[in-house]
């Protein structure tokens, strides 16, 4: 009895597992997918940037960024040295500029402007810098002529060597005086330099160096003429007349 009533109970059991739905593929849960980390691109990125950073700094690549890295040095020296040594050229030159001799040529005095004397004309040389100059040449000479043109002014020679003192101190001034032929032995008179048809050209040149070892040259021309030359002898006159000259086309000035 107890043996079929087993029986029975097994049996049911399997009908009830018969009956109900039996599990398959389609019930089971899908299989998760594997899902890519927010961060990933962003640490592909940095690995990237991690990379080239132990390239850039390797030990062969070290090597290489070193020696550009000194190369940039020396030329970044060569450059400033160069700089030192224009800003100390451009000073000493300041210096030497300013400390110079620098010589000049003024007008003098014109002599025996008439037809019966040699004319006389002395022309007045200074130093108006602040050391003295040395080895110096002067060189002068006069003519009577119609009136030149600046380029016949330009090439009128530096005139005949004279005779002076060689060394210049500073507020120093000395005479250079020229003598020429009367002047009907030029071809000229009192009436036509008066009248400007001719003129009286005193002209030079002046040679020295100053203590900086600088070598320079100095030009000067002179020009009278005019109504202002009549303190002449036989007018009564001392023979001479002041000389407000007017300038060639030469530089009179210091240089």
Not at 32 to 43: N, R, S, Y
Not at 146 to 166: D, K, S
Request: glycine residues 10%; contains cysteine; hydrophobic residues 30%.
């Amino acid at each position: 009895m107890m043996k079929e009533q087993n029986k029975q109970q097994k049996s049911e059991g399997k009908s009830d597992q018969s009956d109900g739905e039996s599990p398959t593929s389609l019930d089971k849960a899908p299989a998760q997918l594997p899902q890519e980390h927010p961060h990933a691109g962003q640490k592909t990125i940095q690995q990237k940037w991690l990379k080239w950073i132990r390239k850039v700094f390797s030990v062969e690549a070290s090597s290489g960024w070193i020696a550009l890295f000194t190369l940039a040095l020396v030329v970044t020296s060569v450059m400033q040295w160069c700089a030192m040594g224009n800003q100390l050229r451009e000073s000493k030159l300041s210096s030497e500029l300013s400390e110079r001799a620098y010589l000049y040529a003024r007008p003098g005095f014109l002599y025996c402007v008439s037809d019966n004397c040699p004319l006389e004309n002395y022309t007045n040389i200074g130093n108006s810098g602040k050391t003295y100059a040395k080895d110096v040449e002067q060189f002068a000479g006069m003519i009577v002529r119609p009136p030149l043109t600046p380029n016949e002014i330009a090439n009128l020679g530096p005139g005949n060597r004279q005779e002076g003192i060689t060394i210049m101190s500073p507020g120093i001034e000395h005479a250079i005086m020229q003598r020429g032929g009367k002047l009907t032995a030029e071809g000229a008179d009192q009436s036509a330099v008066m009248a400007g048809t001719k003129r009286i050209y005193v002209f030079g040149e002046i040679r020295y160096t100053d203590v900086f070892g600088h070598p320079h040259r100095l030009e000067f021309c002179n020009i009278y003429w005019g109504t202002d030359l009549t303190n002449f002898p036989e007018n009564g006159g001392p023979g001479y007349v002041p000389t407000y000259a007017k300038p060639c086309e030469k530089h009179n000035s210091a240089s």
